[in-house]
Every structure is written in C-alpha cells, then in structure tokens.
C-alpha cells in the first residue's frame, strides 16, 4: 500500500501499523508512532515531537492490530523522495554505534537541511521544478550575449567566469562566433558553478543564452569529453589495481604533483563505463579545493551528471545536489566529509583525496571520521576504495605496511622536479633578531625569483597582525576575557579577536591596566608578514590568503586566480594555501618559524607539520620551468632535527618508520585504541564533580584489566566562550573491549550528567 505524498494522516482510519523513527533530536533510540499506512524503511517523514514537528527516518514499520491509542501519528511522509536503501541505513547504524552518538543526530547529519525544515510538499515540488528544468540538456551562447556579457561580468567573479568561458567568451579578446562556440551540457555546468542552474536561468532571459533541448543533444554537442593524458607506467599499474571485484583499500603514496588525480579520473572512467549505473565518490578535505577538481571533472565527463555536497553551499541548492546523488541521477559525487554520509544507491568506487588531513575528523557533534567510514562503507559494499596522500597518516602507513591496505607508489612528478630543501638557522640570522619577518636568506632568495619573474610563497599559519599585545612596562596582555587565549592584534581595523570564541573589540589607547601609550605587537602573523614585505619589496604584487581575507564567498576564489593567472608575484598565507592547489609559476615556497609544531602537548604535532610541511614544498617546481629550479626554505631555530632532516631528504618512510616506532613503545595508536570523555560547564565545581565521578564509573567498569582509565585533565583549551573544559582518555589494546566499556559507560553518564555537556569522542586526534 503506498502512501500519498505529504497528505497528513490525521482524520484517517485507525491505524493499524507502528512505525520506528529515529528522529532529528538527541534521543537514543527510535521513537514509535501510528500509522494509516504501511511505510517502507528509509522513508523520510515529518513527526510531532512534543511542541513541535521534526523530520525522521522510518527504521521499521510492522502491524500492531492493538495499536496504542496514546502513541502519536506520522504526520506527513515525503513520497515524491525514494526511501533511504538499505546500504544507506546500514552505514549510519553502524556509524551511530561506533561514535556512540544518537542514530537520529546521525541521520539529520546525513540529510540536507532543507529537506528536514520544509514540508513533504515542498520537497514534492521542489522536485518537479528540479525535474523540469532538467528537459533542457545544454545551454548555447548567442549572438546578444556574446556582445553583453563580457560587459556584465566583474572581472574578480571567477566562477561566473568559469561559466562564461565554457560557453565560449574569453575574459579578453574579440567575441566568439557563436556558430562555432561550443554548447555547455547541464551537467558540466553544475560542476562550474554551484549556482549553475539559477545563473543560466537569468541569462536564458536576457537573451544571453539558448536552451538545447534533450532531442537535440546528439546534432547540437559535437564536442566530446577533454582526452585524458597519457598514464605512466606507475599510473597505470595503480589504476589497473582498482580493477579487482571485491572490496580492496588501497594507499595510493605518491610525491607531490606525481599525478594522483589522474589517477582517480581513471579509475572513475572505467568504473563509469563498465556499469551505465554506477555512482563515484571523491572526497577531498577542503572546501577550497572543490572548484579546480569540479572544473576537472566537467571537463572530463561532460555527459555526466555531478553533484557536489559541502557546507558552503545554500541548504537548497545542497538538497538537489543531494537528491540527485539519493536518485542514482549523479554518476559523480564530490564533496567534504559530510558527502560520506549521502545516499548513494550505485556507489562503485571512493577516492579521499589527501587522506592524512585532520579535517576529515568531525570534531563537534557526532565525532566521526570520515576516511574511516569510507573504508567501512567500502568493505560493506564490496567495491575498492582508494585512500591518496603525499604524506599519509600514520595509522593508513601502518595498515599498509602489515598488508591490511594495498601499497601503489607514484614516486615521479608528472612535470617539473622535486624542491631543494634549505634550513635556514633562524637563532644566528641579524634581521630576524633585529625583528624582521625572515631572514638573510629568505630576503635573498625572495629578490632573486623577483628578478626572474618567479612566484614565491610564504607560509604562516598563524592570522592576524600579531598573536599578543603587551604593555613592555606592566607586562599586561591580551587576554580574552571568555577564553584562556591571548586575543589576537588585526591591524586593519584596530582591533582585537579572539580565534576561538569570536570576542572582538577595539585597540585601546593606552595600556587598561597602568595607562602606558607604549603598547607593542608580540609575535608575527600574516598581516605583519604582509606589510614587512611590502615595505621590502615595494615593486612587487604581494597578496595574502587565509581565513581573514576568505571570509567573503568567493573571495578566496577569486585570490586563487590571481595567483594562477600570474597576477602575484608573493602570496602570504596559512595552510589554506599549502594543500592540493596546482601553482604552475611558483619556484620558491618558505616556511616561516614552524618550530611549535616539534614542541606541542599534541602527540600528533610532528606529524601534521611534517605534512604540512610536504604539501608547502609540493607546491613549488611543479611546472618545472623556473631557470633557478624550484627550492623550500625553512626558517627555523632547530636546523639539525630530525623532522626537518627527513624533510630534506623527502624521505616520508624513514619519517614515519621513526614515529610508529615512538608511539609503539608510548602505547599510542595504531597500536592501541583511544577514546575521550569531552565535558564542558560554566561552573568549574560541577565539571570537577561530573568528571570525578566519572572517571570513577569507568575504573569500575574497567576492573577486568583490559581498559585504562586516566584521571581528568583540562582540555588544551581549559576555557572557552566562559566555560571550563575537562576530558578523561580511555584507551584498550582491543577495540572491542574499549567498545564494551564505552556502551556501558555512556548510559552512566546520561544519569549522572545534570547539565554537564558531555560527548565520547571514539579514535580522537585533536588533544
């Protein structure tokens, strides 16, 4: 019996069956309601959950001849939206279970906003307007718009631009003939724009653009798809790998700018073409990185539908693209974390690109990681996943090299050659100890690409003018008043942030605490790299990209191409500008005073620098046409650590073969598995009281031997936005007794709690 779309069942005959939703609200458990109707698993309904109506998923639904009369009935049911599959249930049971988080947080994690806030009838006709505009196939320029829209696009819109250009203009240049220029297929558009379809609406009435209806696809686009380069021998045999039936992870290593796309695209092509119904999914760790590889594959796979997921994108522009990858619609999918948990019914192939970077890790909410889900996605389905970095984590080099993961190396660049690695002593250098931002060496190094015509990067990962004022006569400080941080110096508003809370207030004129005028910057951040290098170099185009200059959409975007079309000649920034991007003009790279990462309270510290510090040098050289060669320098006070030695060496194995070898002698993972109790109050006393008894509950539940519980500690951020912040480490050389211990914990802990928020974090990686 099929129920109809969005009508509500009250005023319908009794019911006669129940129904198990795992609603959109911290409840462990599924809740039961009545219905009319029998509803299949995975259906997306709308419930009454006390005073209000949430979305929810249908777990189960069976007959209960003796219904109870006090349960409340499923209000509407989103017909026009296929159930969840099976696949997709299984995946967030099992994520649920393992993070120990509710099912139904899991699920309104998964599901895209816009479709848990609006009735089924708006989702129903949200769908059919998505559905018509779909009768057109692809979009052609015309004659007006040719004349026109060079004239109504700034020249900083780079993803208007990137639309543009597949039409045909050029951001310079004469007008094309719009007989010969090409048609831009509805599916490559999305993958250009994230507002492709309302974009070219807009233009379709103007005049700017016509619609080629799907009859005419065959005569009307000639063009077929970009003609993918030539695999190396390295390549092919990592591509040929994939090939196998069956689940299988493999380590893709490869060096930076050693082709590691190309072989995703690959692998992807014959998946595609070997099943007319498969879906892919390609994950990346940024939002950032998301436009080059989208352009990549719509130039690759111009038939194909692309879906692209990420928290950047409006909740409905996200909820079409989701449920066209939930419709078996999307061949492609890319996306950030979250995409791991989308709906895909013919998923065939993942790729997670850049797997060692900590973003993966969802570190608020549910806790997951989402490389790790798509191993066990993987593994449930029965298909190859593929894991790629230059510098992988520790735990996927470990699985490697036990034989758990598949190893394929890629150990050439594509084009151009690998840095030369310089240390630059900072402690012996007169212009850092005379205050400048770099050195003898790096002012040297930086004049000279200047003088070539090379682009040079800097790296900072520290924002902001200065991380601290003082007072040099009272020793006061900027302290965030919410936070134990120091409340950053940005110099072009004058004023004072803290980066954890979002406090923000003006510079004052003298100290607050003695009256001094004389306050001072202490420490350097980008701004101040940015200014001291202006004032260096006045004839150069410097820029600077992190968090402060992205904060506007597009922005971040729009300072990429700059880059990328030679318009800058220094680019300042934080890791932001170190990960994936393809700098084709940049010969130098320096890394400015990285040394906190060697010293951290983090046991992951070395690690991520070390990566870090790889993605940096990898962005140099790739083009290979830099007649000074490409070079990193480091500025550092430890030239002769052992980190920045490998560093020198590109030698990641020895790197990682030392680091394994230290946490297996501390006990640490991978070869013991860890869990933290996060908990945060106002008041100090409750916590100290919640943890005490706590950790108390997991020593008894511990008594067997197999699990250690440590005493509570302060987080490394003791206190943030005025509440205190404790944790408890549980750690087990079995995962499965850890997990024993977990599940009984937890609903210890929802007893004892009384208004302590608290949350199990299961494989922790930030300390």
């Not at 970095?389 to 699985?399: D, I, K, N, Q, R």
């Not at 924002?463 to 950053?488: F, T």
Request: charged share 20%; hydrophobic share 45%; glycine share 8%.
């Amino acid at each position: 019996m099929a129920a109809d779309p969005g009508s509500p069942a009250a005023g319908a005959p009794a019911a006669q069956w129940r129904a198990q939703v795992a609603v959109d609200a911290p409840i462990w458990g599924a809740l039961d309601y009545r219905s009319a109707v029998e509803l299949a698993p995975g259906s997306v309904v709308r419930v009454p959950l006390g005073r209000q109506v949430v979305c929810g998923v249908v777990l189960r639904c069976s007959v209960d001849d003796g219904a109870d009369p006090a349960l409340k009935e499923v209000g509407q049911v989103c017909g026009a939206l296929p159930p969840l599959g099976a696949d997709w249930m299984a995946l967030l049971r099992f994520s649920a279970s393992y993070y120990q988080r509710p099912l139904g947080e899991l699920m309104a994690a998964a599901l895209p906003g816009w479709l848990r806030e609006h009735p089924a009838q708006a989702v129903a006709r949200r769908l059919r307007a998505t559905r018509q505009r779909e009768r057109c196939a692809a979009y052609a320029l015309t004659a007006l718009g040719a004349q026109q829209l060079p004239q109504r696009i700034a020249q900083r819109n780079v993803a208007l631009w990137r639309l543009a250009c597949a039409l045909g203009l050029q951001r310079a240049g004469a007008a094309p003939d719009v007989g010969d220029a090409p048609r831009l297929p509805v599916a490559s558009a999305r993958g250009l724009h994230p507002r492709a379809a309302q974009v070219l609406a807009e233009w379709l009435r103007e005049g700017w653009v016509r619609e080629i209806p799907a009859s005419a696809l065959g005569s009307e686009l000639p063009h077929g798809p970009v003609q993918p380069p030539q695999l190396r021998e390295e390549q092919a045999l990592a591509v040929q790998a994939l090939q196998a039936p069956g689940f299988a992870a493999h380590l893709l290593f490869g060096i930076t700018g050693s082709g590691k796309t190309e072989v995703y695209l690959h692998a992807a092509q014959q998946v595609l073409e070997r099943d007319p119904q498969a879906q892919v999914l390609l994950l990346t760790p940024e939002i950032n990185l998301t436009p080059q590889l989208l352009q990549r594959l719509a130039e690759r796979f111009p038939r194909q539908r692309l879906a692209l997921l990420h928290s950047g994108l409006a909740e409905a522009e996200r909820f079409d693209h989701w449920a066209a990858a939930h419709a078996g619609q999307a061949r492609i999918v890319l996306g950030t974390r979250l995409a791991v948990l989308a709906s895909l019914p013919r998923l065939a192939l993942i790729a997670v690109d850049e797997e060692h970077d900590p973003s993966y890790k969802q570190q608020e909410g549910a806790r997951y990681s989402a490389r790790d889900l798509a191993v066990w996605r993987a593994r449930h389905l029965g298909i190859p996943v593929l894991l790629g970095s230059a510098t992988p984590s520790l735990e996927s080099w470990h699985a490697a090299c036990t034989g758990r993961y598949r190893l394929l190396r890629l150990r050439q660049r594509a084009g151009g050659e690998m840095p030369q690695v310089d240390l630059a002593n900072s402690r012996d250098d007169p212009l850092l100890r005379a205050g400048g931002p770099i050195g003898r060496a790096l002012f040297d190094a930086l004049a000279q690409r200047l003088q070539l015509g090379d682009q040079s990067l800097l790296f900072l990962n520290r924002r902001g003018y200065a991380p601290v004022l003082c007072c040099p006569d009272c020793g006061w400080m900027s302290d965030c008043p919410h936070c134990d941080a120091h409340l950053v110096y940005h110099r072009t508003d004058r004023s004072l942030r803290c980066h954890h809370c979002g406090h923000r207030q003006p510079v004052a004129r003298a100290c607050p605490q003695c009256g001094s005028l004389d306050l001072q910057p202490v420490g350097r951040g980008t701004q101040r790299v940015e200014e001291a290098l202006a004032a260096l170099f006045p004839q150069a185009r410097i820029a600077r990209i992190d968090a402060d200059t992205a904060a506007r959409k597009g922005q971040a975007e729009a300072s990429f191409a700059q880059v990328h079309a030679g318009e800058v000649d220094i680019l300042v920034g934080t890791q932001m500008i170190t990960k994936g991007h393809d700098f084709r003009r940049v010969g130098l790279v320096a890394a400015l005073n990285p040394d906190a990462g060697l010293f951290s309270h983090d046991p992951r510290a070395p690690e991520r620098l070390f990566a870090q510090l790889v993605q940096a040098a990898g962005r140099a050289g790739r083009a290979g046409a830099s007649a000074l060669g490409a070079r990193m320098l480091v500025q550092t006070a430890y030239p002769e650590h052992v980190l920045y030695q490998a560093l020198q060496r590109h030698d990641y194995a020895g790197f990682a073969a030392r680091e394994l070898e230290e946490r297996r002698r501390a006990g640490m993972p991978p070869f013991r598995f860890q869990a933290l109790l996060r908990a945060e109050h106002a008041r100090e006393p409750r916590l100290q009281d919640f943890m005490e008894q706590a950790a108390a509950l997991a020593a008894e539940l511990a008594a067997d031997g197999a699990t250690t519980v440590y005493p509570a500690v302060p987080s490394s951020l003791a206190r943030r936005a005025g509440v205190h912040r404790q944790q408890i480490l549980v750690e087990s050389d079995r995962r499965r007794a850890l997990h024993v211990l977990l599940g009984a914990w937890r609903p210890a802990l929802q007893a004892l709690a009384g208004g302590v928020r608290w949350a199990i974090d299961v494989d922790p990686t930030d300390f």
